[in-house]
């Protein structure tokens, strides 16, 4: 469960530096539209950093899984 917590706080903290930056881009605009896009693009990229992050520990497990495989079949070979 760890690995869920800190994942969960590095999104967190991306997103907010990332809303952050599109604050300075829109920062004489403030109305409804922002406002909303401001929540589409703190939930977008907590969204593609956490996707991100559990596609490399997909590709981990895999490869280190592919190796075993690889170690048990040339063992059952000799």
């Known amino acids: 469960m760890n690995w ?3 994942y969960t706080l590095a999104s967190m903290a991306a997103a907010f ?3 952050r930056i599109f604050d300075q881009f829109v ?3 403030s109305d409804t ?3 909303a896009a ?3 693009v703190f939930v ?3 969204a593609a950093i956490t996707a991100k992050s559990g596609m490399r520990d997909f590709t981990k497990s895999a490869k280190r899984l ?3 495989n690889l170690s048990v079949k040339n063992k059952l070979e000799k």
């Open 44 to 46: 977008n990229t907590w």
């Open 27 to 29: 920062s004489g605009v």
């Open 17 to 19: 530096v990332v809303v």
């Open 38 to 40: 401001r929540g589409v």
């Open 33 to 35: 539209a922002t406002n």
């Open 66 to 68: 592919r190796l075993k």
């Open 4 to 6: 869920l917590v800190g």
